[in-house]
């Protein structure tokens, strides 16, 4: 009896300790992070399309500011399957190119907000619920 608990407790650390590391997460400001990025004082953004994207227009008399998403490739083709992901289907949407965000974002974020600090000066967090960290659609 105790060989089979011995057993099914190694199992149990086992599958543990894997789980432990199958997690990823991809902040506002590193490689490889998807979603909504502020501009404000950043370096003039190098865009997919000229024109903002917009899926479903906004009730007359709403007027949305456009946001800037940085999406995996393809996304931006696609928008009106993706859209609902980022919580941005009835906004105007500017798309990031991937080199300006890799190139230009990501270096000017970590220099405001150091290298490991994802997201805002006090909150280590995604950007709201519209960041997608790696491995995600």
Same mark, same amino acid.
């Given at each position: 009896m105790k060989h089979?608990?011995?057993? *099914?407790? *190694?199992? /149990?650390? %086992?599958v543990s300790a894997q789980a432990a590391d199958?997690?990823?997460?991809?902040?506002?400001?590193?490689?490889?992070?998807?979603?909504?990025?502020?501009?404000?004082?950043?370096?003039?953004p190098q865009l997919v399309y000229a024109q903002p994207v917009?899926?479903?227009? %906004?009730?007359a008399g709403v007027v949305?500011?456009?946001?800037? /998403?940085?999406v995996?490739?393809?996304?931006?083709? &696609?928008?009106?399957k993706h859209?609902? &992901?980022y919580n941005a289907c009835g906004q105007p949407v500017y798309f990031v190119r991937d080199g300006w965000y890799n190139d230009v974002y990501v270096p000017h974020h970590q220099a405001q907000y150091g290298k490991d600090?994802?997201?805002? &000066?006090? &909150?280590?967090?995604?950007?709201?619920?519209q960041g997608h960290g790696k491995g995600h659609d």
């Amino acid at each position: 009896m105790k060989h089979f608990l011995f057993t *099914i407790m *190694i199992i /149990l650390f %086992a599958v543990s300790a894997q789980a432990a590391d199958v997690g990823v997460s991809v902040s506002v400001g590193q490689p490889g992070f998807y979603g909504r990025i502020d501009i404000n004082n950043y370096p003039q953004p190098q865009l997919v399309y000229a024109q903002p994207v917009v899926i479903r227009h %906004a009730p007359a008399g709403v007027v949305y500011q456009p946001i800037y /998403l940085h999406v995996p490739p393809g996304h931006e083709k &696609k928008w009106s399957k993706h859209c609902s &992901k980022y919580n941005a289907c009835g906004q105007p949407v500017y798309f990031v190119r991937d080199g300006w965000y890799n190139d230009v974002y990501v270096p000017h974020h970590q220099a405001q907000y150091g290298k490991d600090h994802g997201g805002k &000066k006090d &909150k280590g967090h995604k950007n709201g619920n519209q960041g997608h960290g790696k491995g995600h659609d």
